[in-house]
């Protein structure tokens, strides 16, 4: 759109204060209102009443009910109690959306990037303009380029819109975080073993556990609201909790045993349990031999990862991996070793979360009380449209040297968009939803370098994130409290559908993402994909079809289904049937082998940091999710920065203590933007720090945010691939500290 190199542009008041139109006083095109009527006062008569949502300030989705007064405001969010995600009680992430709603900082109105004074700046457009350039820009480079040109990169519900128009176009060029930053190598380990994804929530039966092995996985920290609970159901029940991680996290303090391991070295620990289970004489042999696949295969792998050979690698001693290893085993199979959300860490960790399958597999946990119980979907029919076009080539084509990947790699679409980075498919154009990548992505250097050599970049978001000021178009998307969105259908023990619904109209010159996309659609005349004026109308005709309607759920906001596939688990003596090649749990994965990978997996040592150099950790607070929630006024009130999180002696070496702060510079020299606060405690290995996701932002108009605490993304530049599914394993960095930025300090 501009010839010049395309500049960050600090977004100015005409983004953030002006245009404070609330959709009520608009009519949207064809003259209906928000609300799937012409009169949207059918929303502002409501007084004192309560309206269905599920949350989206995380994954989890929890229903609830969004509150408002005799003057249409809304007051509070409460859950709904028919809810299987969070049993009508919300975490403070929940409970504080309304802070997305209230935030002044938000984004206010249309944007467009224009040269003025040789100086690139935005001004405010109507949507109109910003609509017309859109669709004439993409049309222009699916005509130059080829529709796959156009690039979606999205995170929560609102990208199911946006995909849908990109469909409707030709384009499956499709990257989405959540995955190869995220929950990637987990969902191809287990399958790999047992013949399909985890998915969310995960089918852990937490509540009848009665020993829940956590490796990395802070539950408590990360909020997972339902498993928060029946975490703390077994606790009460007596559940036996072993926790392995460098840190003494939340959940570790609850455990029966923290085992405090040395950071990469988790797969020695896992094949050592192997070892034990194995010989030792721990298992159910008669089910291995029924229900598994290459047992005397990975029996023969495992004979010399013994106690004593792992304990030279992750510092657990020999009597503690036995001890733990049997009290798995007592237990079994009412066992689950969590697969963990956040597993991208090292570069093997399709292999490590293998590993974690593979224990499980043995310990017969799959489909049994207390262990995996047997999911249960429930498939919303599809709205009826035209067939979507084929496209000449997909995120497939991409992500081709990863023969696992199950989703579109983000980091593959970035280097699609480099000229001196791209193959035969290149990428000239984004749109951006919901997802803040340059907070998410690793390697911002390359990410630096796709956003310069783009044709245009289009934004879509609620907030002035990091990404905002590097686009042409900004289009400001209204919260989930103030719009309809996607039924929620989620896998769970029995099926159940929620409804979101508006509270409140729009606020300022905001709207909805299903607006948006039709909007575009219709301008580059794909009409007929978007035969509807308001998604009210989608969700009504979806609802009928399986004999509930838009009024019922407006009523009750959650609907709980039969299960029609039979038991929540495999009954005593059952052999397993399963989607795997065997039809068995593999223990030798027959689909990896035939790829070229190790079908067992195998301890590998990861890169140690030099003299004065720690590894960085970083995780989630129970209030924030990463950077989504880092401006948010309620959840700021909890927690508006990050600390270092240090080990007394490495404190003593620097001369450090509590509360200094100091800036941190990775093993690239890279140095922090900001400055962190140091938090000394026994809680952290000495050889490791750790910091919370997502502060550190360096937007100014992010008024609680800039600033406060310092950013992990920053220091994470060197990123190791998992050759299996792509996944970015970001924890092979390592800093130091510097207490002035542009001074060394040396212990």
Not at 154 to 174: I, M, N, Q, R, W
Not at 276 to 292: H, P
Not at 565 to 574: C, D, N, Q, R, T
Not at 688 to 709: E, Q, S
Request: aromatic residues 10%.
């Amino acid at each position: 759109m501009i010839s010049t190199r395309r500049q960050f542009i600090k977004i100015s008041t005409v983004g953030l204060g002006g245009a404070a139109v609330a959709a009520s006083s608009l009519k949207l095109a064809h003259g209906t209102g928000l609300f799937g009527s012409d009169d949207d006062e059918q929303i502002n008569d409501l007084k004192n009443k309560r309206f269905p949502t599920y949350c989206e300030v995380c994954f989890w989705k929890c229903a609830g009910w969004t509150h408002t007064n005799d003057k249409g405001e809304i007051q509070k969010i409460l859950g709904n109690e028919k809810d299987p995600h969070c049993y009508g009680r919300l975490c403070p992430r929940g409970t504080g959306g309304l802070g997305m709603y209230q935030d002044e900082d938000r984004l206010k109105t249309p944007l467009i990037r224009e040269e003025k004074g040789g100086k690139q700046v935005f001004r405010e457009a109507t949507w109109e303009e910003a609509l017309d350039l859109i669709a004439k820009k993409f049309k222009k480079i699916k005509a130059d380029n080829g529709a796959e040109s156009i690039a979606l990169l999205k995170h929560g519900t609102p990208g199911k819109h946006f995909e849908h128009l990109f469909e409707a176009f030709g384009s499956e060029t499709v990257g989405e975080p959540a995955y190869a930053q995220c929950r990637g190598p987990r969902e191809a380990g287990f399958a790999a073993t047992f013949g399909s994804w985890i998915g969310s929530p995960e089918p852990t039966d937490i509540r009848d556990t009665k020993c829940l092995v956590l490796i990395g996985s802070h539950i408590g920290e990360n909020m997972h609201n339902s498993q928060v609970q029946e975490m703390a159901q077994a606790i009460d029940n007596g559940a036996s909790i072993i926790t392995v991680d460098p840190r003494l996290s939340t959940a570790a303090s609850k455990s029966k045993f923290w085992l405090p391991i040395k950071p990469a070295t988790d797969i020695a620990l896992l094949l050592s349990w192997m070892n034990v289970l194995i010989y030792d004489n721990l298992l159910d042999l008669d089910y291995i031999k029924d229900n598994t696949y290459g047992f005397e295969q990975l029996k023969e792998h495992v004979r010399n990862f013994t106690p004593e050979w792992a304990y030279n690698i992750t510092n657990i001693k020999p009597g503690m991996i036995r001890k733990t290893a049997r009290e798995m085993a007592n237990a079994a199979p009412a066992v689950i070793i969590h697969p963990g959300r956040h597993v991208a860490w090292y570069g093997d960790d399709t292999q490590r979360e293998r590993a974690m399958a593979i224990l499980n597999g043995l310990l017969g946990s799959w489909g049994k009380r207390g262990g995996f119980y047997l999911k249960e979907g429930f498939k919303v029919p599809k709205y009826p449209h035209p067939k979507y076009p084929h496209p000449k080539w997909t995120w497939r084509d991409l992500a081709k040297d990863y023969p696992l990947a199950g989703m579109g790699l983000t980091q593959e679409v970035i280097r699609a968009s480099i000229p001196e980075e791209s193959g035969e498919h290149k990428v000239k154009a984004w749109l951006v939803v919901g997802t803040n990548i340059k907070k998410s992505i690793p390697h911002q250097e390359l990410v630096n370098k796709a956003i310069e050599a783009l044709d245009f970049l289009v934004v879509v978001d609620t907030m002035p994130m990091d990404i905002v000021g590097y686009a042409d178009v900004v289009l400001p998307e209204c919260t989930y409290l103030e719009r309809y969105d996607g039924i929620r259908s989620a896998t769970n023990r029995e099926p159940s559908i929620a409804l979101r619904m508006p509270a409140v109209p729009p606020k300022y010159n905001s709207k909805p993402g299903w607006w948006i996309a039709k909007q575009i659609g219709e301008r580059m005349g794909l009409g007929e994909y978007f035969n509807y004026e308001d998604f009210s109308e989608v969700i009504d005709w979806q609802l009928q079809q399986i004999g509930s309607s838009l009024e019922e759920m407006q009523a009750i906001g959650v609907k709980n289904l039969p299960r029609k596939s039979g038991s929540l688990y495999f009954a005593e003596g059952e052999k397993v049937n399963l989607p795997t090649n065997s039809g068995k749990i593999e223990l030798y994965s027959t689909e990896l082998a035939a790829k070229g990978f190790d079908p067992m997996p195998l301890y590998t040592p990861h890169a140690e940091p030099e003299e004065g150099f720690y590894r960085l950790i970083y995780g989630r607070a129970p209030m924030h999710t990463f950077s989504r929630t880092a401006n948010n006024p309620h959840l700021t009130d909890l927690k508006d920065k990050n600390t270092l999180w240090m080990n007394p002696k490495v404190a003593k070496l620097w001369g450090f203590e509590t509360g200094e702060e100091v800036y941190l510079k990775n093993q690239d020299g890279v140095v922090t933007s900001f400055p962190i606060s140091i938090r000394v405690t026994e809680r952290i290995r000495w050889d490791a720090v750790y910091m919370i996701h997502g502060f550190g932002h360096t937007n100014k108009k992010l008024t609680r945010a800039y600033g406060k605490g310092a950013c992990d993304t920053e220091m994470i530049t060197n990123v190791k691939v998992d050759p299996i599914m792509g996944g970015t394993g970001m924890r092979e960095n390592f800093v130091t500290f510097i207490k002035d930025s542009g001074k060394e300090t040396k212990a």
